[in-house]
């Protein structure tokens, strides 16, 4: 059973340019969680997905930043115009149902440098 | 508004010897905590969890301990071993409401042969 996948694993970018990062969840898993987390911090949520929907995007910033998990494919991130404070590691995450005791399984991220 | 809190950034423990790790929280909402490892370039691997209506889980040489009262938790592994070497992230989450994890900043724990 293969795990949640994450691609690229690494990704260069230049001020401006746009920074899609893919993720596919644990099979038979269909709610995602995508964290971000800056150095020498710990994982800041972002947004919380169902298929085809946006359940809780409280943590996402406002502008730039837009998500989506389509009915067939993987959950995609994509930042618009990156600036230099974009670049981190993001991390998605996936379970098979919500639920107070449901566990989250993380991917192995996405490092994004922004240059 | 870290409403976790991992306030030793590192901890270094000779091999064989028991590792504590502690964890604060400020939400009283939350109900369910977990302990995550993570190696550098990797993702989070989940190790043990616990619910807010126990005191104690137990997972082999892993033991979380929650006491609701003072809001904190701690980890325990014994005997440590040189594998164990990581950073280890508390997490915490609500029953009702936003089903997002709520993370500490980690602690770094070392493990000397």
């Known amino acids: 059973n293969a795990g949640v996948m994450q691609n690229p694993r690494h990704l260069v970018r230049r001020r401006g340019q746009e920074a899609r990062l893919r993720c596919s969840p644990m099979?038979?898993?269909?709610?995602v969680y995508w964290y971000r987390q800056l150095p020498e911090e710990g994982l800041k949520f972002m947004v919380y997905l169902q298929k085809e929907n946006i359940i809780d995007e409280s943590g996402m910033p406002k502008e730039r930043f837009s998500a989506e998990f389509p009915k067939e494919g993987p959950s995609i991130l994509r930042i618009q115009q990156v600036v230099r404070g974009d670049s981190a590691a993001y991390f998605c995450?996936?379970?098979?149902?919500?639920?107070?005791?449901?566990?989250?399984?993380f991917g192995p991220g996405t490092r994004l440098t922004v240059l | 508004d870290q409403q976790v809190k991992q306030n030793s950034p590192s901890l270094s423990v000779q091999e064989g010897r028991i590792s504590i790790l502690n964890c604060d929280y400020t939400?009283?909402?939350?109900?369910?905590f977990l302990w995550y490892k993570k190696y550098p370039a990797e993702g989070p691997t989940f190790l043990i969890s616990?619910?807010?209506?126990?005191d104690k889980n137990e997972d082999g040489r892993f033991t979380v301990f929650l006491n609701k009262s003072a809001k904190h938790l701690s980890l325990h592994i014994v005997p440590s071993q040189p594998g164990d070497s990581a950073v280890y992230f508390c997490a915490a989450k609500m029953e009702t409401g936003a089903n997002n994890l709520f993370f500490g900043t980690g602690t770094r724990l070392t493990v000397i042969p």
């Open positions: 995450a996936s379970s098979p149902l919500r639920g107070a005791t449901d566990t989250q399984y």
């Open positions: 616990i619910s807010s209506i126990k």
């Open positions: 939400n009283s909402m939350f109900d369910y």
């Open positions: 099979k038979g898993h269909s709610h």
